[in-house]
């Protein structure tokens, strides 16, 4: 699949490889995600003595690494080990396996549209990933819908089916708060002057990266509820569309009030 990943790591980066062959001096792997090969010089391997070499690698073990030097002329690359902390690994690992699982959401969107995957990437993939990298796009659809898409110039047909994929492959840890809103209009348009309120609050937090659902409980009350990835994005939410609601139906001429559920 077409991909906008440079030819060549650079210094510094971090980098998931496969060990290919255990020699006396070090190990000679793969770059998996640039398909290169490289050095991993048993001086790089760990900082305590090394009896035995392949007590710390093996082969066919999948490493993260840390790239010291590039020489693209002699398609030479040097990596360590040793100097990859346990905190860069587990990054490095999560977001590996979310590259891997973005391009096979990719794959499964070019099946549903019968495109190929390369016009999959070129005419949305490619976007996504400039606008908030490829596996987070897919998030953003799920919870913002194929709107999140379009906005960045992905095709409404394309977008829509990005979207469908994402929120049937991709499963969001979500909190849930509620409030309710006591709300009374007396007006002759009074219910839709109610409508209008919740409609409009919902609006104004449409980009606010959480779920809005309103519920009659028994009128004059109303419940609302947020979802959201954390409770702290979501009691703020919360707070915001109970008052705009409130607010709206008050300048309307009505009256109402808003309190958190517990």
């Known amino acids: ?37 490289g050095l991993l010089h048993i001086s790089e391997i760990s900082s305590s003595w090394i009896r035995n070499i392949r ?8 490493v993260v690494l840390k790239v010291l030097r590039v020489d693209a002329e002699k398609e030479h690359v040097d990596l360590s080990l040793r100097r990859v902390t346990k905190r860069e690994k587990i990054e490095k690992i999560m977001s590996w396996k979310k590259e891997r699982k973005a391009e096979t959401l990719l794959r499964s969107v070019a099946e549903k549209t019968s495109l190929t995957p390369e016009e999959v990437y070129e005419k949305a993939g490619a976007l996504m990933e400039k606008e908030y990298g490829l596996y987070e796009a897919f998030e953003k659809a799920v919870k913002g819908g194929a709107e999140v898409l379009t906005k960045i110039g992905v095709p409404e047909e394309l977008a829509a089916a990005l979207a469908e994929v994402a929120e049937e492959r991709i499963h969001i840890p979500m909190v849930k708060v509620k409030g309710i809103v006591e709300l009374r209009c007396m007006k002759p348009n009074g219910i839709e002057i109610l409508k209008k309120a919740f409609l409009n609050a919902k609006k104004a937090e449409k980009s606010k990266d959480a779920k809005l ?17 954390n409770y702290k994005h979501a009691e703020t939410v919360l707070q915001e569309v109970g008052e705009k609601v409130v607010s709206n139906v008050v300048k309307a001429g009505g009256q109402g009030s808003f309190r958190r559920e517990k």
């Open 1 to 37: 699949m077409a991909s906008g990943k440079q030819e060549w790591p650079e210094v510094g980066d971090l980098v998931i490889a496969t060990v290919e062959n255990v020699m006396d001096y070090g190990a000679y792997v793969r770059l998996d995600e640039y398909d290169k090969k």
């Open 55 to 62: 007590n710390f690698v093996r082969e066919g073990q999948k």
């Open 213 to 229: 659902r309103f519920y009659v409980v028994a009128a004059p009350k109303y419940r609302i509820e947020v979802l959201a990835e």
